[in-house]
């Protein structure tokens, strides 16, 4: 089985695992911030960091780029490497409010134009800016990060992030729904099987033994 057919087998198992899930369905805004905040920690102090900007009305990009950095800091303490992540945060909210506006409306411009500006934001790379358009904007991309390329990697599949990102895209057609979908089943597969260490009970692994 090649790499195309094995991520086509992986998607097969998610499907029959989940189904089709709806899976960060939130603002725009909180997709921006979370899409920083998850960078090197898990999901779990992701959520908690958002509730706790929620509750200080911290969680838009406005109010972003005008909180006190203390209260910022102190509400997303728990995901880690907190003040670069502030820095970040700042950065990220002051470009897209600068940037865009109803003249230049964010959800018009092309996905690859988009991607390419996002990238040059000191501090969001491809998986934060994959994030941003796949959840935020519902656009035609997949997210590869360490959830992606563990349960690849399981499943015998070893490839660079951008051939990754088009076997999945390839597979699974411009359906954006489908798209986000199964970057959910990915995560929920890894949180239930590989951090709890159940490699005995993995089905992926079956796929290139």
């Known amino acids: 089985m ?4 094995c991520i086509k087998s992986l998607i097969s198992v998610l499907n029959k695992t989940y189904g089709t899930i709806s899976w960060w369905d ?8 979370g899409a920083i905040l998850t960078q090197q920690t898990r999901w779990e102090n992701v959520e908690a960091a958002l509730t706790r900007l929620r509750s200080a009305g911290l ?25 670069v992540k502030s820095a970040r945060l700042r ?3 002051s470009f897209i409010l600068e940037e865009y506006d109803e003249k230049n409306r964010i959800d ?4 690859d134009v988009l ?7 000191n501090g969001v790379g491809e998986e934060t800016a994959d994030s941003i358009l796949c959840y935020g904007l519902h656009r035609k991309t997949f997210v590869i990060d360490a959830y992606t390329r563990r349960i690849c990697t399981c499943a015998g ?17 411009s359906n954006t729904r489908l798209l986000r979908s199964c970057h959910g089943q990915i995560v929920e597969y890894a949180k239930e099987y590989c951090s709890k260490k159940r490699c005995q009970e993995c089905r992926i692994r079956i796929l290139h033994e």
Do not use: W
């Open 2 to 5: 090649d790499e195309k057919d």
């Open 26 to 33: 939130a603002p725009f805004d909180e997709v921006a911030i």
């Open 59 to 83: 969680n838009t990009l406005a109010a972003i780029t005008t909180a006190d950095p203390a209260d910022l800091e102190s509400c997303i303490r728990c995901t880690g490497f907190y003040r």
């Open 91 to 93: 950065r990220l909210a």
């Open 108 to 111: 018009q411009i092309p996905t």
């Open 115 to 121: 991607r390419r500006s996002l990238l040059t934001v």
């Open 157 to 173: 599949i070893s490839l660079p992030d951008n051939q990754l990102r088009h076997f999945f895209i390839s597979a699974l057609g």
